[in-house]
């Protein structure tokens, strides 16, 4: 029997960004959902888009408060032979996705605080878990074939659950009428809580089904006998050595129960029934001595793979915090141009993990690196007609810097078969996005607007695993803007993004399927859609 590994992985921070680059969300107000651009935003929403920009608000004070209602679904398709069901369909649901913001301008100064959720904020449910956690499981169908299994039934679930928090102080400070500069720090506390099992293993077997561990127990105990068949052969070889298990059974010194064991092992040996019955005890005995380091191997193997079989569950709470400084520049040349550069530096953030249950399978151990990539925005704005606002905007996420660990997917399979196997995820080219956004102003208080967003993910194929994955995109936004006083504006945007399918190889230890067939390697199908509904208010006192 080939190695059968169970030791299915959890681990990997679930993907739970919705707008920005793999961990990054970057969809921090009503403005950017309706317009999908404000990297060179002269607004209060300036505080996360253009903090360098913050000195051409009026003075005084400026609020502003925004929240989305997020739908994002996740469906992977797996090509594996042996599944009982190929599609796994998780659900992401954000009710709440808020952002406040603050900033006061006198004269060349203008102070900022924000606060926004610049990682996750959401779940993730998988309702019948991932290709990852039964395809270990799938392989009983034929691994264990020749004790007679058939089928397997398993229970799957997974929820994940994930924020970090960004808030941000700073000041800017305009060093003339055309430039300003901004310096910040943003602290980030983040919190993961996960929820899994998988339990419930039951093989088919017979025509019925029965729990797992105790049928694979059972039947270590079958080949733990059949390893030790040479010591209850033993006393018999002396006086009846030369007979054959019939003439045994005839004579009395056998029962029809012991020769049956006996022959089962034959057969399993591979011997036919004719030979076994032309064969005298010293024979049979050399047989067992040969095959029973095999037998022995088997029972042990089969006594570890019992223990996989026990269910499973995953509760646990991990939790940690970061600074990053935030620099930016702004360029008005103009009242029709504005050009606006921001860098937020790469987070160190180490999180500490806490089971909170005595029976958790815990994978991380005690802390988990979950570093943030650098981001490099750029936004070019234009304002020269009455009637039309557009705006430009170029994003950078320098995902190579940071270490995404192994292939979950990989280690599902390969992690107790050949560790070699199991890939490091890569990064072949940095995340980015371009987005363009347009408002028309159809009256004083009142315009509309569209924005588009193109969005081009960078991972090596060995990067997608079930648990987080990262696709290309296209995203289409619009909505309107109220100006109800000179102090009190409404903002409504919608949003719905497109992402593109992408298929996946992985690679398998050549295990039959079915129809005997090795299986050396599979594809999953990986799929994401995504909608969006925001509405905002700012106050401004002058």
């Not at 045994?248 to 089962?264: C, F, K, N, P, V």
Request: no cysteine; glycine share 10%.
């Amino acid at each position: 029997m080939k190695k059968l590994n169970l030791t299915v992985a959890f681990v990997m921070l679930l993907q739970l960004a919705f707008a920005g680059g793999i961990l990054t969300n970057y969809n921090q107000s009503a403005q950017y959902t309706r317009m999908l651009s404000r990297n060179a935003s002269l607004d209060i929403d300036a505080v996360f888009y253009n903090p360098a920009g913050l000195v051409k608000l009026e003075d005084g004070w400026h609020f502003y408060f925004s929240s989305q209602t997020i739908w994002q679904n996740r469906e992977i398709t797996s090509g594996f032979p042996l599944l009982n069901n190929d599609t796994y369909k998780g659900e992401t649901f954000a009710p709440v996705f808020p952002d406040f913001y603050a900033a006061y301008k006198k004269d060349k100064w203008a102070f900022s605080v924000g606060v926004a959720p610049v990682g996750g904020g959401g779940s993730a449910e998988f309702k019948n878990g991932l290709p990852a956690f039964e395809i270990p499981i799938s392989q009983t169908k034929t691994l264990l074939s020749g004790l007679g299994v058939t089928g397997y039934d398993v229970d799957l679930y997974f929820n994940g659950s994930s924020i970090i928090w960004g808030i941000q102080l700073g000041a800017t400070y305009a060093i003339n009428d055309k430039w300003s500069v901004y310096g910040g720090v943003r602290w980030m506390p983040a919190s993961n809580v996960y929820e899994g099992y998988i339990k419930n293993i039951q093989l088919q077997a017979g025509g019925s089904m029965v729990p797992a561990g105790a049928f694979l127990n059972t039947a270590a105990g079958s080949m733990q006998a059949l390893a030790s068949m040479p010591s209850l052969l033993n006393p018999y070889l002396d006086a009846a050595g030369a007979y054959t298990l019939a003439q045994l059974e005839g004579a009395g010194q056998i029962d029809a129960t012991m020769r049956a064991g006996i022959e089962a092992g034959l057969h399993l040996m591979g011997l036919p029934q004719e030979q076994i019955d032309a064969m005298n005890l010293n024979q049979i005995n050399g047989a067992y001595v040969q095959a029973q380091p095999t037998f022995q191997a088997q029972a042990t193997q089969l006594a570890a793979t019992a223990d996989q079989m026990q269910d499973r569950i995953v509760n646990t709470e991990q939790s940690g915090n970061g600074f990053i400084p935030v620099v930016g520049i702004n360029y008005s040349p103009n009242d029709d141009w504005n050009f606006a550069v921001k860098y937020e530096m790469k987070t160190f953030l180490t999180l500490d993990n806490k089971p909170k249950s005595d029976n958790n399978y815990d994978l991380w151990g005690a802390e988990v690196n979950s570093d943030i990539p650098a981001n490099l925005a750029i936004g070019v704005g234009y304002s020269g007609l009455d009637w039309l606002e557009a705006q430009l905007s170029y994003n950078l996420y320098f995902d190579n810097g940071v270490d995404w660990g192994n292939n979950v997917n990989d280690i599902a399979v390969w992690g107790t078969v050949d560790p070699s196997k199991v890939r490091h995820r890569e990064i072949d080219n940095n995340y980015y996005e371009i987005g363009l956004g347009l408002q028309f102003n159809l009256a004083d208080n009142f315009a509309v607007s569209v924005g588009g967003l193109r969005s081009k993910t960078g991972i090596n194929e060995n990067w997608q695993t079930d648990m987080s994955y990262s696709n290309s995109s296209y995203t289409l936004g619009g909505g309107i803007v109220w100006g109800i006083t000179d102090k009190l504006k409404l903002d409504l945007g919608v949003s719905n993004t497109f992402y593109e399918d992408d298929e996946v190889s992985f690679a398998y230890p050549g295990y039959p399927d079915m129809s005997g067939n090795p299986i050396s390697s599979y594809t999953n199908n990986y799929a994401k859609s995504a909608f969006i509904v925001a509405a905002g208010i700012s106050v401004s006192i002058f």
